[in-house]
């Protein structure tokens, strides 16, 4: 009886531990289907793959973390936003590819020191400064054409802008002579014995070849030891002339007509306050009342500012035309752009509203009221007046010619230059960055870009996204990429013919740009 007791006693305690491992067992079995992740290697069942996404999805909602994986895609996306953004603004800023063009002005082994001087060569410029520079080393050509001894140029005191500066006071006379010199004898005055000598007084026949000069204007040194150009803007042709006469004029425009060191030293020291504002643009407003005047471009201007450009336009003699249709003038593309035109073209390029921007013009028509909306978008408007103290610029402000020298170097040496009308000067900014390694120049194709400005105006088209799209397309080619030189218009004839070639100073390829091997 006792031995069957201990027997159940013992048996009972066998089952309690059989079912203590079992509950155990189930207890640890529930723990790792609930807590350990499942390795890619071995996939759990379908309940327990459940059942740990709910639970992981809890302890993300109590820390309240995003799902890691969206988590890392909106980070790559936002890298991926601002690279893009940083690739974009570098691209308004970056020049177009060279494609290894490199100045290329020396003299062949042919060319030979001046020959003999005939007689004196005196210059009589015209225009404003760089329709004077363009003068100016057309005339060096000519001399070294016919041999002879050139004067240092006059200077134009007589222009609308009535500026009295002399040669000195804007070129490095010195520096000019000397770097020269292998090309043509230039002395500062005539000699005191042929002051009083009769002169062969001449206006140069324009754009004129090599045969003109060497036939023509040669033989004249027969009768006279002095020949008098009464004029000296387009007295060359733009083509068509030996090598070496282009090289020379080009040597003589980018290298001999150095600023004087006055100038020189303020137009850097320009520079480098803009350069303070990171890369800026130097826009060439050419919204002066003379250009306006001399165009009738009056769109956008009050009755009382158009008649009175009307009246300077009729009372300036040597100005031939008189009677001109504005809206023509403006759907031809013949207008400058205005300043609200300007703002709303870079705006649609892409130029943030901090953009730097340096105006190279002179007294703006209308000032502040025509200058607003520009500003508006663009505020940091700056200029030499705004860049300099009253003590720095008192020597040059009353010198139309001598403040234009300052614009011209803050303009070559800008990030990007963009010309409003292509005059003079905007033609011989551009040329000049073409012979430095092609930097960025923005040319607005006016003709289009008004009608697009009109159906704004109409309430036909917005500001946004699509019309950004049309301008930047219409521009990708406008960027002073490299090109050869553009010939006269299909058709023309006479001087309308050499009218419509591309300036030679505008764009100096191919003649003093080699493209060097890789």
């Not at 090599?210 to 803007?233: C, F, G, P, T």
Request: aromatic letters at 8%; glycine letters at 6%.
């Amino acid at each position: 009886m006792m031995e069957r007791r201990r027997l159940t006693a013992s048996g009972l305690s066998l089952l309690r531990l059989l079912l203590t491992c079992a509950i155990g067992s189930i207890a640890l079995g529930t723990l790792l289907a609930v807590h350990v992740f499942p390795s890619p290697a071995s996939k759990p069942p379908k309940q327990r793959e459940i059942g740990h996404r709910r639970w992981s999805g809890e302890l993300r909602w109590m820390q309240e973390f995003p799902p890691p994986q969206l988590s890392k895609l909106a980070t790559s996306t936002q890298k991926l936003d601002d690279k893009i953004a940083v690739f974009q603004m570098e691209k308004l800023w970056k020049s177009p590819s060279n494609r290894n063009f490199m100045p290329c002005v020396e003299p062949s082994s042919a060319y030979l020191p001046p020959s003999e001087s005939r007689g004196y060569l005196i210059v009589h410029t015209n225009g404003g400064l760089n329709q004077m520079r363009a003068g100016i080393s057309d005339m060096v050509a000519v001399a070294r054409l016919i041999d002879a001894t050139l004067v240092i140029p006059k200077l134009d005191k007589r222009s609308f802008w009535q500026d009295s500066s002399n040669f000195s006071d804007v070129f490095d006379v010195e520096h000019f002579i000397k770097s020269l010199a292998n090309d043509v004898k230039i002395v500062k005055k005539l000699p005191k014995e042929l002051a009083t000598t009769r002169k062969a007084v001449l206006h140069f026949r324009s754009w004129s070849g090599v045969e003109y000069y060497q036939d023509e204007i040669y033989r004249l040194w027969n009768d006279y030891q002095v020949i008098r150009a009464a004029k000296s803007d387009s007295r060359l042709a733009n083509n068509n002339l030996p090598p070496d006469i282009q090289k020379l004029r080009c040597r003589a425009f980018y290298e001999a007509l150095k600023f004087s060191p006055q100038i020189e030293s303020l137009g850097k020291l320009l520079v480098e306050r803009m350069r303070s504002y990171g890369p800026y643009i130097a826009l060439h407003l050419r919204y002066e009342k003379d250009m306006l005047a001399f165009s009738g471009c009056t769109y956008g201007l009050s009755p009382t500012e158009t008649d009175e450009l009307t009246k300077i336009r009729e009372n300036i003699t040597h100005w031939k035309v008189k009677d001109i249709d504005s809206q023509d003038q403006r759907a031809k593309g013949y207008c400058p752009l205005t300043p609200k035109e300007v703002g709303i073209f870079l705006s649609s390029l892409g130029y943030p509203s901090s953009t730097p921007i340096y105006i190279a013009a002179g007294e703006i028509y209308g000032g502040d009221s025509h200058m607003a909306e520009l500003e508006s978008r663009f505020p940091t408007l700056m200029s030499k007046e705004r860049l300099t103290s009253q003590e720095e610029l008192e020597p040059f402000i009353d010198h139309a010619s001598q403040m234009a020298a300052l614009d011209y170097i803050v303009s070559v040496e800008s990030d990007v230059f963009v010309p409003s009308y292509s005059g003079n000067m905007a033609r011989a900014v551009e040329g000049h960055r073409r012979f430095l390694g092609h930097r960025k120049t923005n040319t607005p194709d006016r003709r289009r870009l008004v009608q697009l400005f009109d159906m704004i105006e109409e309430g036909n088209l917005k500001e946004g996204e699509n019309l950004s799209k049309m301008i930047q397309e219409m521009h990708r080619k406008r960027q002073g990429s490299p090109r050869k030189r553009k010939g006269p218009f299909s058709g023309t004839k006479g001087m309308d013919r050499f009218r419509s070639e591309e300036a030679f100073y505008e764009n100096p390829l191919p003649d003093c740009l080699c493209q060097q091997s890789s």
